[in-house]
């Protein structure tokens, strides 16, 4: 009986994987700054009416607005 050939079909599909390139496991460590600034306003507060305005000075009030600014920081370090 005369040996079978195995076709080229069949041979084409036939891949071995010899090298598998694996990298390091890597921790991501992520810090989170908030930055509080808290700048005065100065509103000045008029009468709202005319017989107000008559008897009652301008008002000057002081207040206090605050900004909020985050800042995020990543950086990757290897795992351990």
């Given at each position: 009986?005369?040996?079978?050939?195995?076709?080229r079909?069949?041979r084409?599909n036939q891949?071995?994987?010899?090298e598998?390139l694996?990298?390091?496991?890597?921790?991501e460590?992520?810090?989170?700054?908030t930055?509080?600034?808290?700048?005065?306003?100065v509103?000045i507060?008029?009468?709202a009416?005319?017989?107000q305005a008559?008897t009652?000075p301008a008002a000057v009030?002081?207040?206090?607005?605050?900004?909020?600014?985050?800042?995020?920081?990543?950086?990757?370090r290897?795992?351990?």
């Amino acid at each position: 009986m005369p040996k079978r050939k195995i076709s080229r079909v069949k041979r084409r599909n036939q891949k071995v994987v010899t090298e598998v390139l694996v990298s390091e496991p890597v921790t991501e460590v992520v810090t989170e700054k908030t930055y509080t600034t808290t700048v005065p306003e100065v509103e000045i507060r008029k009468p709202a009416t005319l017989a107000q305005a008559l008897t009652e000075p301008a008002a000057v009030v002081v207040k206090p607005k605050k900004k909020v600014r985050k800042v995020v920081e990543r950086s990757n370090r290897r795992a351990s």
